[in-house]
């Protein structure tokens, strides 16, 4: 029997569609702030992590409250930092400019932000370096533009294999006339190094080439010439699955005849994990001021933000970027931010107005309805990731079944100590949720497991009250 507490659904084969209200909630604030940096999002379900100017803060119930407010970094000015969730920890990257050059540290969490290690410093610093790092499993990797006198500088690549504890030397992978600054990026199995790199000696004009290695690092391929010469601002890249990846610029000409700094946001995008790319695609909607462009992708889908003077702006493609929507203006007379896909919705953090000065926000955009069911058996048995993770008190385990059977669904402490049995018992094929009460158990680590039969698997979750 399963207890009364408990809330067991088997999710019916002719489930209908359960709708949710669609479009923008209201704004929620976050906190008051002297903005530097680009503000970072990360969502996984329905806890949402926000990093700016080097603090940290998280909510655990799809943004409608905040918690645990951390500054990571004290010491400079933080001159860009980036966040990054992989498994069940976060990587923050912080960039300070402290003599003699701008200096990488690296931070870890592995409780979802709770507590934190570090910093540890990245390899590389002077005062004609530009450094960009990221993050996948247990290596740290780290791209560098070393620049000089005469405006030539060389691409310098080094990967630490234990989270930044150790680094070797690196070594230099191409030079270049004017580089300008790295973008580095793991996606598919490959390493990408984008970066902005002056054009046959001109001072005002760029285009963006795109370094690329397969083998850790190992070999590079060079391609050059990605955009027509332009004046870059700032770009971004990012990626969904099955080789689908896009970068976004803004093409920025200061003094316009018009009298404001004239500027545009374009993507191009690659369906094969980037040996051949789209042409730029102008996705703005004005001439003045689009600065700041960031982009999130799932499946085919695309989203693109950016900063003008019209506000906080974005816009969104369902087909990989052949047709855009309209342009949103998701805050009015607000500054540069992000924006991160997830479980279906689109999450943003902005700069907005608060009370004579600056505060940070969050806004959420859901579809305008959510498949529950879609009449198909599963083919396997399968253990969902428990919904929300982190959560405080209660949360849905969700799993599927191929064949009828028997079936345990168990909790385990962090020292393999049965909390509670969730169902014992046969249950036919489909799908099922089921909502665990943790009651009287204190914050930790825990670990459900699904038997069905002689296949059993297991995840892991944290309980923080």
């Given at each position: 029997?399963i207890?009364?507490s ?12 359960a709708t949710?209200?669609a479009?923008w909630?209201?704004?929620v604030?976050i906190?008051?702030t002297?903005y ?6 990360e969502a996984?379900?329905d806890?949402?992590?926000v990093?700016w100017d080097?603090?940290f ?7 409608a409250?905040?918690r ?6 004290v010491?400079?000015?933080?001159e860009?930092?980036a966040?990054k969730?992989?498994?069940d920890s ?10 003699p ?6 931070y870890f969490s592995s409780d979802?932000?709770?507590t934190w ?16 790092a990221?993050r996948r499993?247990?290596?740290i990797?780290?791209?560098v ?5 005469d405006?030539?500088g060389?691409?310098?690549f080094?990967?630490?294999?234990d989270?930044g ?5 690196p070594?230099?992978?191409?030079w ?8 580095i990026?793991k996606?598919?199995?490959?390493i990408f190094i984008?970066?902005?790199v002056?054009?046959?000696g ?9 370094l690329t290695s ?6 590079w391929t060079n391609?050059?010439s990605?955009?027509?010469?332009v004046s870059?601002w700032d770009?971004?890249?990012?990626a969904?699955?099955?080789g689908r990846?896009?970068f976004?610029?803004d093409?920025w000409?200061p003094?316009d005849p018009g009298?404001?700094d ?9 369906s094969?994990s ?11 909607d004005?001439t003045f ?9 799932s499946g085919?889908?695309?989203?693109a933000?950016?900063?003008?003077n019209?506000?906080?702006i974005?816009r969104?493609?369902?087909d990989?970027g052949?047709t855009w929507q ?9 500054g540069i931010?992000?924006?991160d896909w997830?479980?279906?919705?689109l ?6 107005a608060?009370?004579g000065?600056?505060?940070?926000f969050?806004r959420?955009?859901?579809p305008?309805?959510?498949a529950?069911g879609?009449?198909?058996l ?6 969902s990731p428990?919904y929300p993770?982190?959560f405080n ?6 799993f ?7 079936v345990?669904l ?14 014992q018992?046969r249950?036919?094929?489909?799908e099922y949720?089921?909502?665990?009460d943790a009651g009287?158990a ?5 670990f ?8 059993e ?9």
């Amino acid at each position: 029997m399963i207890k009364k507490s408990l809330i067991f659904i088997f999710l019916s084969l002719f489930a209908l569609p359960a709708t949710v209200p669609a479009g923008w909630q209201s704004p929620v604030f976050i906190d008051s702030t002297e903005y530097i940096t680009y503000p970072q999002i990360e969502a996984r379900n329905d806890s949402i992590y926000v990093m700016w100017d080097g603090y940290f803060i998280r909510s655990l119930d799809g943004g409608a409250t905040w918690r645990d407010f951390c500054r990571l970094a004290v010491d400079g000015g933080i001159e860009s930092d980036a966040l990054k969730i992989e498994g069940d920890s976060i990587t923050a990257i912080l960039q300070s400019n402290m003599p003699p050059g701008p200096i990488e540290r690296l931070y870890f969490s592995s409780d979802f932000g709770l507590t934190w290690q570090g910093p540890r410093q990245t390899w590389g610093y002077g005062s004609y370096a530009n450094l960009s790092a990221c993050r996948r499993g247990t290596s740290i990797y780290q791209a560098v533009i070393e620049t000089y006198i005469d405006d030539r500088g060389e691409v310098l690549f080094v990967k630490s294999d234990d989270f930044g504890l150790t680094w070797p030397y690196p070594r230099t992978i191409h030079w270049y006339d004017q580089p300008g600054y790295p973008n580095i990026y793991k996606f598919f199995d490959k390493i990408f190094i984008l970066s902005e790199v002056g054009y046959q000696g001109s001072l005002h004009l760029f285009t963006i080439q795109l370094l690329t290695s397969t083998d850790e690092g190992g070999s590079w391929t060079n391609r050059d010439s990605l955009t027509p010469p332009v004046s870059i601002w700032d770009l971004g890249m990012d990626a969904s699955t099955d080789g689908r990846i896009a970068f976004v610029y803004d093409d920025w000409w200061p003094d316009d005849p018009g009298g404001e700094d004239s500027s545009r946001v374009y993507i191009s995008v690659s369906s094969d994990s980037g040996s051949t790319w789209s042409s730029p695609i102008d996705i703005s909607d004005t001439t003045f001021a689009n600065r700041k462009p960031h982009l999130a992708m799932s499946g085919d889908t695309i989203a693109a933000c950016w900063f003008s003077n019209r506000g906080f702006i974005l816009r969104r493609s369902h087909d990989l970027g052949l047709t855009w929507q309209d342009v949103e203006i998701i805050s009015a007379n607000s500054g540069i931010g992000d924006i991160d896909w997830s479980n279906g919705k689109l999450h943003a953090v902005y700069l907005g107005a608060y009370n004579g000065g600056a505060g940070l926000f969050y806004r959420c955009w859901e579809p305008d309805e959510q498949a529950v069911g879609d009449g198909v058996l599963p083919t396997a048995l399968s253990l969902s990731p428990n919904y929300p993770n982190p959560f405080n008190s209660h949360t849905t385990i969700s799993f599927s079944l191929a064949k009828p059977g028997d079936v345990a669904l168990e909790i385990f402490d962090i020292l393999g100590r049965r909390v509670e049995t969730l169902h014992q018992g046969r249950l036919a094929a489909g799908e099922y949720s089921v909502k665990w009460d943790a009651g009287e158990a204190p914050s930790g680590v825990y670990f459900y497991r699904l038997r069905a039969g002689d296949t059993e698997q297991t995840r892991r979750m944290l309980l923080v009250k």
